[in-house]
């Protein structure tokens, strides 16, 4: 029997997203930007090595995505840092340059911790965690006045467990800014990065 539909609690790596400024789109613009979004979080996971059987199926969000990694050897979370998020910053700096007006900026929220499953999908705290980083105000500012394409905030456990050991390719010295969220009462702290990584091949920064 699958244990997803008993309620049981599961590790999983929590991968949230959320596009900015989509209320401003048309309905067949939002069609468009959930297409290519769901295309581009795809990409960037193949080029992270995160196939599909190390993560759940993608949960939709509207204006964003939920994605669910499996704590499996193949795929450590420093893959979500060092690869997975440059990919996606690259894949919308990209975006940016075509003349096609297909250009969109995104949040993105790392945290890791237990998920619960039922017959209607997937629910818990550490869930509610991270789209309460997502969706932080000062998150949202954060991202509004950057230049760049994509704003990333990790939780604590990230930045404590990964982060802050400046493992090869993780600058730990760019989460320098605190963001605190309350989720059931109590007060829940993240980290958002400060500073972006250059792009590879391209020279510019994410």
């Known amino acids: 029997m699958d244990s997803r539909v008993l309620g049981m609690p599961l590790h999983r790596t ?4 959320d596009v900015e400024g989509s209320t401003m789109l048309t309905n067949p613009e939002r069609a468009l930007m959930r297409e290519r979004l769901r295309g581009l979080l795809d990409a960037a996971f193949l080029a992270g090595g995160i196939d599909e059987e190390f993560r759940d199926p993608m949960i939709d969000r509207g204006d964003g995505a939920l994605c669910l990694v499996r704590p499996v050897d193949e795929v450590p979370k420093t893959v979500l840092l060092t690869r997975f998020v440059p990919a996606l910053a690259e894949a919308l700096w990209r975006a940016a ?6 250009a969109f900026r995104l949040r993105v929220a790392l945290h890791a911790g237990d998920v619960h499953y039922d017959g209607h999908g997937a629910y818990g705290e550490d869930i509610d965690f991270a789209c309460r980083l997502l969706d932080a105000p000062v998150v949202k500012r954060w991202l509004k006045n950057s230049a760049d394409h994509l704003v990333l905030v990790v939780s604590n456990e990230i930045y ?3 982060v802050r050991h400046g493992y090869e390719g993780i600058d730990s010295g760019a989460f320098g800014h605190e963001v605190s969220v309350r989720v059931g009462g109590q007060r829940m702290r993240g980290r958002i990065r400060s500073a972006d990584p250059v792009l590879p091949g391209t020279g510019l920064s994410a």
């Open 14 to 17: 929590i991968v949230a997203v």
């Open 97 to 102: 340059a075509q003349p096609r007006g297909e």
């Open 160 to 162: 404590r467990t990964v």
